[in-house]
């Protein structure tokens, strides 16, 4: 089956219906969703800057670590806008792993939008990095 995420609230059981099986997605961060007309119902789906962060906050989700490097290659984003969801996000970890891909794959710094500590943390969420990135003080 065609496996589709829904965002919400609180944890619900996975549904299986028509060749799809959907999973509910509990998120505490429930905003840069838009709502889509579909038929008689309106579906809120992600934007794309909010995507970027989600594929940080939840990156099971995303199922491994090629997957979000794939979601930041092809993204067409607000760079101010992602600037603003990291600002209200206040999650230092996620600012460095989506400040330091969209340098990487957009050529866009943020780096001087927050002060970075002196922890480091791992880029990728599903395993250990052996390099250091001292830009961004990341395990690559």
């Given at each position: 089956?065609?496996?589709?995420?829904?965002a919400?609230?609180?944890?619900?059981?996975k549904?299986e219906?028509?060749?799809?099986e959907?999973s509910f997605?509990?998120?505490?961060?429930?905003?840069?969703?838009q709502?889509e007309k579909?038929?008689?119902?309106?579906?809120f789906v992600?934007?794309?800057?909010?995507?970027?962060?989600?594929?940080f906050l939840k990156p099971?989700?995303?199922?491994?670590?090629?997957?979000?490097?794939?979601?930041?290659?092809?993204?067409?984003?607000?760079?101010?806008k992602?600037?603003e969801?990291?600002l209200?996000?206040?999650?230092?970890?996620v600012?460095?792993?989506?400040?330091?891909?969209?340098?990487?794959?957009?050529?866009?710094?943020i780096s001087k939008?927050?002060?970075?500590s002196?922890?480091y943390?791992?880029l990728?969420?599903f395993?250990?990095g052996k390099?250091?990135n001292?830009?961004?003080?990341?395990?690559?």
């Open positions: 089956p065609i496996s589709v995420l829904v919400c609230k609180r944890k619900f059981k549904v219906s028509l060749g799809y959907i997605v509990p998120i505490q961060r429930v905003w840069g969703y709502g579909q038929g008689n119902a309106t579906v992600a934007d794309a800057e909010k995507l970027l962060i989600d594929s099971k989700c995303m199922g491994n670590f090629n997957e979000i490097e794939l979601v930041f290659q092809n993204a067409v984003v607000d760079f101010k992602v600037e969801y990291l209200k996000l206040g999650s230092e970890k600012f460095r792993q989506v400040g330091f891909m969209l340098e990487l794959h957009k050529g866009v710094d939008l927050v002060k970075i002196k922890n943390y791992h990728n969420p395993e250990e390099e250091v001292a830009k961004w003080r990341l395990f690559v």
